[in-house]
């Protein structure tokens, strides 16, 4: 079984700063990562994903994410906000089973940019 | 090219009823997965569905159930109806095969169980 947990359920941040939303995982096996980013009565659209090889890896809007097995970590960052960047952030886990697509999803990070 | 649709919108039902929600999946994809997200959580799997077969089930009752048609959309029922049901369900499409692994989401569908 896998698990997510986002350590922060809300971040305030100005505009223009930089961001980091923190995202640990547990799993007894390896697996891929994604950050999903929800924008108020919307669905989830896919910001980026971890499946292999460089354990840095950029998304869309300026987002990049790094993968720490040791640490099991996939913390999503971002040098500098923009108000539109205000939304929910969700962290997800699944496993490596081609066609075991059942995604595992933290409780979010409600990331609010001030001006 | 549409993405997912999800139908209704919004939706109010009272104790004990019945819905049924409907999905239709992104052009070209074979697959589809519900979810519930409970206001102010994280989106939890209910039951994933590929050639109209239910591959996978999340902890959900068996009052929740689904459908799969020939033409890949697929249906989410929930029977006797509680307020805890109360949430927005999503919908996600993929290629069983796709080595990209994106599951592409609907808008949802808002349910409210008074």
């Known amino acids: 079984a896998q698990s997510v947990t986002q350590l922060d359920s809300q971040v305030p941040v100005f505009e223009e700063a930089p961001v980091e939303l923190r995202c640990n995982y547990s799993?007894?096996?390896?697996?891929?990562l994604f950050w999903y980013v929800q924008y108020p009565n919307q669905g989830l659209q896919l910001l980026l994903k971890?499946?292999?090889?460089?354990?840095l890896v950029k998304g869309i809007n300026g987002f990049e994410a790094e993968f720490n097995k040791s640490q099991t970590s996939f913390h999503l960052r971002k040098p500098s906000v923009h108000i539109s960047d205000t939304a929910e952030y969700f962290c997800?886990?699944?496993?490596?089973?081609?066609?075991?697509?059942?995604?595992?999803f933290g409780q979010g990070t409600r990331l609010t940019i001030n001006p | 090219d549409a993405g997912v649709t999800q139908s209704p919108t919004h939706l109010i039902k009272t104790r004990g009823q019945q819905v049924t929600l409907r999905c239709s999946p992104k052009?070209?994809?074979?697959?589809v997965s519900w979810y519930q997200q409970a206001l102010g959580q994280g989106p939890q799997f209910i039951f994933q569905?590929?050639?109209?077969?239910?591959?996978q089930r999340g902890n959900f009752p068996d009052r929740f159930s689904g459908h799969q048609f020939p033409n890949y959309s697929s249906e989410l029922n929930v029977n006797a109806l509680l307020l805890g049901d109360s949430a927005l369900y999503l919908c996600?499409?993929?290629?069983?095969?796709?080595?990209?692994?994106?599951?592409?989401f609907g808008p949802g569908t808002r349910l409210t169980v008074t």
């Open positions: 996600a499409s993929s290629h069983l095969d796709g080595r990209n692994r994106e599951q592409y």
């Open positions: 799993s007894s096996v390896s697996v891929y």
């Open positions: 971890y499946l292999s090889g460089s354990t």
């Open positions: 997800a886990v699944s496993g490596l089973d081609q066609g075991a697509q059942k995604l595992v």
């Open positions: 052009s070209g994809h074979d697959t």
């Open positions: 569905y590929y050639e109209e077969e239910e591959r």
